[in-house]
């Protein structure tokens, strides 16, 4: 049984366009998924599962785990929209952690460790809150974190979590990092961290706003500048051009301009474009040339379409927000606060502000891709970064087109 549940409240399953196929536990915030952050706080001796109702029960990735069942006493449920920070003392977190029964993080309950068992049941349709389950007395422990209150909090807190993160992993007693090779040019006193990445000449780190951290398997090609702070995972492939306060997640590909962006992992922009302020799903290809807005011409505050409506975001910084799976054609311009619904196929003209997942076409209206055609793509796609369209993601990719949602919103 897992020792420590994260639950998708009803907020987070309003988090479109990543909540119809994946739980919020499993987005990158900073450096690293809300589950490892979680695990890394909090190092459970029994696993993790996420909690975020049926619809998600199929879902397929490394470590992601649906929670089912009785929950036995003890075990830690823990509010996937909050998101703790990396122990500066990786060793010594558990062991802190283990006298707690409750977390709260900038005053708000983050976390509690159950008194008597909980049927999963009772979390199904993510009304539950963390106040209504019954909590043991104890130590409480405190989380200098973030939460995220909406889906565009994950851009919004990116360049703090950022800094935090890679300050986090300097001081950690097994680091094992080193620095950038002679022949690349830093600027700034923030550190750049390398963990056996390939960097070639002709590479310049700016550290002026912040540390820089390279992953295992990265390889950065000449004639790239990457701004600080800034996290480039494991194995991506940097091609050229100019990275900015950006979390590039594992087996990415990137070329170009790019500021204050997430790629989730196993996302593609191998061609120039600018993206912006975005977050970027898995399995996301952009084309060539693809653009987003990320500032108004009236340099106001930035509106974005949610399930409860457009709504205006505060930001006046904003780009797009790529479901799992999306791509884009060639030359595509995406205006300020655009969202692209998971596996919507989109080209030509530019997009309303929001698309239906499972769009398809040069323009509204869309039609409906096809789920055997998509599925057949979507195999392709993945067989070339080695990793297979299992049986089980294809029922939870199924299950996304059979309750797909639907944009409704004007053009403005």
């Known amino acids: 049984m897992p020792r420590l549940v994260l639950y998708d409240d009803a907020i987070a399953r309003g988090f479109e366009p990543f909540a119809c196929t994946r739980p919020i536990s499993e987005l990158v915030a900073g450096t690293r998924l809300i589950r490892e952050r979680w695990h890394l706080t909090l190092q459970p001796n029994e696993g993790i599962a996420f909690a975020a109702g049926n619809r998600l029960a199929d879902f397929d990735e490394d470590g992601a785990v649906p929670a089912a069942g009785v929950l036995p006493r003890g075990t830690i449920i823990a509010n996937a929209r909050c998101i703790p920070p990396i122990p500066l003392d990786i060793s010594r977190a558990g062991a802190r952690s283990a006298a707690c029964t409750m977390w709260r993080c900038d005053g708000r309950l983050a976390a509690v460790r159950l008194r008597e068992p909980l049927d999963v049941a009772e979390l199904e349709d993510g009304t539950k809150t963390l106040d209504e389950v019954f909590a043991g007395t104890g ?90 702070p800034a996290y480039i995972g494991r194995d991506v492939n940097v091609l050229g051009g100019d990275i900015s306060a950006c979390a590039i997640g594992p087996v990415c590909k990137v070329r170009g301009e790019m500021s204050n962006t997430i790629m989730l992992g196993y996302a593609n922009k191998g061609h120039d474009g600018f993206i912006g302020h975005s977050y970027l799903g898995r399995w996301v290809n952009i084309g060539a040339g693809t653009i987003t807005s990320n500032l108004k011409n009236t340099y106001g505050t930035v509106a974005l379409w949610t399930p409860s409506g457009v709504r205006d975001t505060g930001m006046q910084f904003l780009g797009t927000m790529f479901g799992d799976h999306v791509k884009t054609g ?83």
């Open 139 to 228: 130590a409480i422990g405190e989380l200098k974190g973030w939460w995220v209150d909406e889906v565009w909090d994950f851009i919004r807190h990116l360049p703090a979590q950022l800094t935090a993160d890679i300050a986090a992993f300097v001081g950690q007693p097994s680091a094992h990092f080193s620095g950038p090779p002679a022949h690349a040019s830093v600027l700034g006193e923030n550190p750049v961290l390398v963990d056996s990445a390939i960097i070639e000449p002709h590479v310049v780190f700016d550290t002026t706003g912040g540390p820089v951290l390279i992953e295992r398997g990265a390889h950065v090609r000449a004639f790239t500048r990457i701004n600080g």
């Open 330 to 412: 060639i030359g595509l311009r995406l205006t300020t606060g655009t969202v692209l619904g998971a596996c919507a196929n989109v080209y030509d003209s530019m997009p309303p502000k929001a698309v239906s997942p499972f769009s398809w076409g040069g323009g509204s209206p869309y039609s409906t891709y096809r789920i055997d055609k998509f599925l057949e793509a979507a195999e392709r796609m993945m067989s070339r970064r080695h990793v297979e369209l299992t049986a089980r993601a294809r029922r939870h990719l199924t299950s996304v087109f059979s309750g797909r949602w639907t944009a409704e919103t004007d053009e403005t």
